[in-house]
């Protein structure tokens, strides 16, 4: 029986460190696309400051929540980084649509 029980307490050890190194991937997925994304936010001149607690409720530009996203996950909070970088991620997605969307704008008489 207590055989069983250290066995099963080693697979479930294993388990969980298989899905963290997993999860510590992703979050570091997340803010690599978060970058791409921005860097091409940046080029097309649509790089937003958008509000996020983590910043303490101010608006900031994406380049700063990239920032803050990396020493999340460094400091091991691998979810509150990768909400982060989804939100840049985002946010660099709606600006580009945005500046193209307005690219020739105009006021109307």
């Known amino acids: ?15 969980a460190f298989l899905l963290s190194t997993a999860y510590a991937g992703a979050g570091e997925d997340a803010i690599t696309q978060a970058e791409a994304d ?3 936010a940046q080029k097309a001149g649509a790089e937003w400051r958008v509000l996020d607690p983590a910043t303490g409720g101010k608006a900031v530009p994406l380049s700063k929540l990239v920032k803050t996203a990396k020493a999340k996950l ?3 909070d ?19 649509a945005q500046a193209q969307a307005q690219q020739g704008a105009a006021p109307y008489y």
């Open 78 to 96: 691998e979810a509150e980084a990768i909400r982060i970088a989804q939100k840049v991620s985002w946010a660099s997605k709606t600006g580009i």
């Open 74 to 76: 460094e400091g091991g």
């Open 38 to 40: 921005l860097k091409a």
């Open 1 to 15: 029986m207590k055989l069983m029980k250290r066995a099963g307490a080693i697979i479930g050890l294993g388990a």
